[in-house]
């Protein structure tokens, strides 16, 4: 059974901080994935790895940065948060080989900033 | 804006019947069409997804319907249960591991 797992369900920190959001999964996956989801918004993407110590940016990366020394784990960092980064955090992984491209996701971070 | 759109933001069906959910996608480019569950609180969840060399794939009481012609999707779950209140996600790729996602339907089960 296919498992990707998120280290926090809910996190409240305050403006400024330094926020780690760590995401490992199970499946020996090469590509993982952050989005963030808010209500109209749908699922945006933030960062993304193709294999370890390789990083993309998605669409909205700005106030974000990743790192991804292990194969498994993909974290998304906060450098300084601030109240608009108030959202469901959503990490995913996925092969590229062909037929096994779906991605699977974790059960998400809700994140509040004060 | 995104490529890939639902046509109702929310369905309501009775339980027991039929529920059908839609959605329109742009891209021509499309290979590879997918279908996320997400209930409250919870990650999305795959349910199914089919290959734009195919019209129609089958699970367990989901089907999947593909039309190229009109670029739309349609996810059809059979004898609607309680369980299946959740928003439902569309979702495309053009074969370079990354996903596009609908904004989502909200499916309500009436008793």
């Known amino acids: 059974d296919v498992k990707v797992t998120q280290s926090s369900r809910y996190l409240v920190k305050r403006t400024g901080e330094k926020v780690f959001l760590e995401c490992v999964q199970d499946?020996?996956?090469?590509?993982m994935f952050w989005y963030r989801q808010d209500p109209g918004l749908g699922l945006r993407l933030i960062y993304f790895s193709y294999d370890v110590k390789m990083k993309e940016k998605g669409d909205i990366p700005e106030g974000y940065s990743v790192s991804r020394e292990k194969k498994e784990r993909f974290s998304l960092i906060l450098e300084s948060a601030s109240t608009n980064q108030t959202s469901m955090y959503l990490c995913?992984?996925?092969?590229?080989?062909?037929?096994?491209?779906?991605?699977?996701f974790g059960p998400g971070t809700r994140l509040l900033v004060l | 804006g995104e490529s890939v759109g639902l046509h109702l933001p929310t369905l309501s069906v009775q339980e027991g019947d039929n529920s059908i959910i839609n959605c329109a996608y742009s891209n021509s480019a499309s290979d590879y069409f997918i279908w996320y569950k997400q209930e409250s609180g919870k990650g999305p969840q795959f349910i199914i997804d089919i290959r734009s060399n195919m019209d129609k794939r089958q699970g367990q009481r989901v089907t999947v319907l593909l039309n190229k012609t009109v670029k739309h999707l349609s996810l059809q779950i059979a004898a609607t249960q309680p369980g299946d209140s959740a928003v439902y996600f569309c979702?495309?790729?053009?074969?370079?591991?990354?996903?596009?996602f609908g904004k989502g339907t909200r499916l309500h089960i009436l008793p």
């Open positions: 979702a495309e790729s053009i074969g370079d591991d990354k996903i596009i």
């Open positions: 499946m020996d996956h090469e590509n």
């Open positions: 995913a992984s996925s092969s590229p080989k062909t037929g096994e491209e779906t991605q699977y």
